[in-house]
C-alpha cells in the first residue's frame, strides 16, 4: 500500500463517529467499561456515567453496546431524542404489535402484561434533556422493567450528582477521566495497529508524541481530531508535494494540524 492510501485510511481510524469501529480500550475506559459490566450483573435502575467532554464515555457506551447488543435486550439512543415515540417503537419491535393508545400507562401496561426480562436502555447527551424528561425517566427506571445508562457531560465544576434528579437514583456512577501521556501514545499506536499500518507509528518522534499530548491533554475527541488532521496534511503533501513528505513525524507537523484546527494561535 502506498502513503496516499495508507494517509487515507488512517484519516479513517481516526473519525470520531459511531461508525468507527476501530475502538480502543486503554487502562482507564477498561476499568470503567468494566464496572459498566460489573453493573449488569447486578439489578439497578439507573447507571449514571459522567465526566469532561472527551474523556471516552459515548465512545465505552458504543462499545458496550455493539458488545452486548446480543446478550440483553437493549437499545441505544445517541442523541437526546429519547421520549414515549421512542418507547413504543422498542415494544412493537420486540413484540410485533401495534400500540393503538399511545399514553404512558398504556404503554406501561402492554409492557406489564408481557412479563420482560430487564430492558436496557442506553441514552447519551443526556445533559441536553429537561428536568421534566428526566422525570419522566426516573418514573421509568421504578418500573422494574426498564434500567438505564445515562451519560451526562460534566461542563466545568458542575456537579451533576447534586440536581435533584440523580440524587439516591444510581446505582453507581462510573466518573472518567481523561487519559494519561502514556495512554495517548499507546492508543495512537493501537488505533495504527488495527489500520494495519504501525510501522507509521514509528515515524513519530518521541517529542511529537509528547506534543500531541500536550495540545489534547488526553482529551480522546481532541486526540482523535489532531490524529485525523496530522494524516490529512500528510496526504494533501503526498498529493501535492510528494519531495517534501517528511520521512520522520516531528513537533512542527503536529503544531501545523494543531494551527488548523484553532488549537493554537498562529
Do not use: C
Not at 160 to 185: G, S
Amino acid at each position: 500500500m502506498n502513503d496516499e492510501k495508507v494517509f487515507a485510511k488512517a484519516k479513517t481510524l481516526f473519525e470520531d463517529s459511531e461508525s468507527n469501529s476501530y475502538y480502543v480500550l486503554l487502562s482507564r475506559t477498561n476499568l470503567a467499561y468494566s464496572r459498566i459490566e460489573n453493573a449488569f450483573n447486578n439489578p439497578f435502575k439507573i447507571l449514571l456515567l459522567t465526566g469532561a467532554p472527551g474523556t471516552g464515555k459515548s465512545y465505552v457506551l458504543r462499545r458496550f453496546y455493539q458488545d452486548h447488543a446480543e446478550l440483553y435486550t437493549i437499545f441505544l439512543y445517541p442523541s437526546a431524542t429519547f421520549g414515549v415515540e421512542r418507547l413504543v417503537a422498542i415494544y412493537e419491535k420486540l413484540y410485533g404489535e401495534k400500540l393503538v393508545i399511545k399514553d404512558l400507562e398504556t404503554i406501561l401496561s402492554a409492557f406489564r402484561a408481557k412479563e420482560p426480562p430487564p430492558i436496557y436502555i442506553l441514552l447519551d447527551e443526556a445533559q441536553l434533556y429537561s428536568e421534566d424528561q428526566m422525570e419522566w425517566i426516573r418514573v421509568l427506571s421504578n418500573e422494574g422493567i426498564f434500567r438505564f445508562v445515562i451519560v451526562v457531560h460534566r461542563v466545568g465544576e458542575e456537579d451533576i450528582l447534586a440536581k435533584a434528579h440523580f440524587r439516591t437514583r444510581t446505582f453507581e456512577v462510573v466518573d472518567f477521566k481523561a487519559i494519561d501521556q502514556d495512554e495517548v501514545r499507546r492508543f495512537i499506536e493501537t488505533k495504527l495497529m488495527l489500520g494495519e499500518m504501525p510501522e507509521y507509528y514509528d515515524r513519530f518522534k518521541k517529542k511529537a508524541l509528547e506534543r500531541i499530548y500536550q495540545l489534547t491533554q488526553g482529551n480522546l475527541r481532541d486526540l482523535n481530531r489532531l490524529m485525523h488532521r496530522i494524516f490529512d496534511l500528510l496526504s494533501y503533501i503526498e498529493s501535492q508535494k510528494p519531495h517534501k513528505l517528511p520521512a520522520w513525524y516531528k513537533p512542527y507537523l503536529v503544531e501545523m494540524a494543531a494551527l488548523e484546527l484553532g488549537m493554537i494561535d498562529g
